[in-house]
């Protein structure tokens, strides 16, 4: 019995001393891999795009923050969101920079509002004597208007500005006014 367990180690390892040198061997071996002291870097072969708010948005659940936003000084307002059947706002506490957070809270909605067929592009919040403007900025390849848009999207958009920006008490906003490029949106 010891006979044959010895031919068996005999030959089992060399093979398996093969193995191990032949994948050691095909890492080494890719033809996509670089040596950096022989080949300059190959340009990118996709264009560089840039992503919809609604692809960051997906992407920004399992983001860690940097070691910037997390020294950044931010503050805690609570944010109104739709909910799927456009009937209420529901409140969420969120973290906005605190040197802007009247456009931080902003930004946020939006974000969640942006779709793949109406994008904006950018937007604009001036505050005075208790009147908050909010001007958006319609993408150029955005597919729909403003005007466009179903009551639960005005709704969830519009309404969810409005009742965040006067229900946080610290910006003292009483009323909310919607433009687009300084063109009142009428609802």
């Known amino acids: 019995m010891s006979n044959i367990m010895n031919t068996n180690n005999r030959y089992l390892i060399p093979l ?3 193995a191990i040198a032949a994948s050691l061997s095909s890492c080494s071996s890719n033809p996509n891999s670089r040596n950096i002291k022989s080949q300059t870097p190959a340009p990118s072969a996709t264009p560089t795009q840039t992503p919809s708010m609604a692809q960051l948005r997906a992407k920004s659940t399992n983001i860690q923050p940097s070691a910037s936003s997390r020294t950044a000084k931010t503050v805690n307002v609570t944010l109104y969101t739709s909910d799927a059947q456009c009937q209420e706002l529901i409140p969420q506490q969120v973290s906005v920079p605190a040197k802007k957070p009247v456009t931080g809270a902003v930004g946020k909605i939006i974000e969640e509002r942006d779709t793949g067929d109406l994008s904006l592009s950018g937007y604009r919040v001036n505050v005075k004597n208790g009147l ?16 466009s848009l179903s009551s639960c999207e005005q709704f969830a958009l519009f309404g969810s500005l409005r009742k965040t920006l006067t229900s946080n008490a610290q910006w003292n906003i009483k009323e909310v006014r919607f433009t687009e490029r300084g063109e009142e949106i009428v609802l």
């Open 132 to 147: 908050a403007t909010v001007d958006l900025r319609l993408s150029p390849q955005s597919k729909r208007q403003l005007a």
């Open 16 to 18: 398996i001393t093969v």
